[in-house]
């Protein structure tokens, strides 16, 4: 039998007059047919989240999770049990107003039904058959240390292999392919050029919406909190990028010491450097993507999926690639201030932690 007052924890966050979401005046009644639907809700949040739904006695039970379903069983993931939503929440997509309770954008990431294979008020198993996401998940309650036991905290775990049995999750020894001084090589159409920023190289590894930033060998994450928006752009997309951080001035050409200011720096004052000397991030490269290793594709094909990706925010941008000719990439280069250009050879893999031939570094 469904708790009368299923929805009262629901309702008692909302004003139905300031709220687009659903909010019934009532709860509903036992139904007489029971529902299998689940959803997953991406929600954007002052924290990106994802909310997972099962349909349940005529409400959906509801968890969120900070880095959404784990598509590989070797990893969990953390969900916070929250509050019953009514049914009418499963289609729920648009805007809530900042200030009001999950104020953020909501979209429907993936809908269908589930099996139940074990339902206790401790843990849940399903199989779910979506869209997007197939196959057996356990939820289940922790105890939090120290706190006590709320019931809110559990965890997410695939009890299946993933769905995509080649799937790889992202590397982390990634190094960096560094390129040669050179001249510039012949118009032939085998090379693109893009302009050398003279930034600190960082690759860029996001998961979950979450990014973390590596840059010679050192985690920097914190020492740029101004790209951690990219992980809520990309969302669940899981991916390895490679880039290189630039601290622009007024004109749009890169200053160095800006930038060297920025190193090092953590925490509080990471914070207001953001503000006052705010870096970019310049990407262009994909290096693993959707759980596979994309390196041994040629630079093209590579190109192909970065576009794809369509990465634009304050803070992060895909600089143009050029077919040439590479003399007026690189007399362009000079008047924009830069160090020049980097050829890139249009068959060639990435090579990590390589200086190779097929990235010629031409100097201004
Ligand atoms: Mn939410």
Redesign the pocket.
Known sequence: MPDPERLAAYRAKRDPARTPEPVPATDPDTPEVEGRTFVV?E?H?RAL?W?VRLERDGVLVSW?VPKGLPPDPKVNHLAVHTEDHPLEYATFEGEIGAGEY?GGQVTVWDHGTYEELKWTDREVQVVLHGERVQGRYVLFATRSKGAADDGRSWMVHRMDPPTDPAWTPLPTDLRPMLAQRGDLPPDDGTWAFEMAWGGVRALALVDGGRVRMWSGGDDVTGSYPEITGLGEQLGSTVVALDGELVALDATGAPDPERLSEREGVTGGSARRLARTHPVTYLVHDVLHLEGRSTVGRPYDERRALLDGLELSGRSWRVPPTFDGPGAAVLAAAADNGLDGIVAKRRAAPYRPGARSADWRHVPS
Do not use: K, N
């Open positions: 809700q929600h949040a989240h909310d969120a999950g």
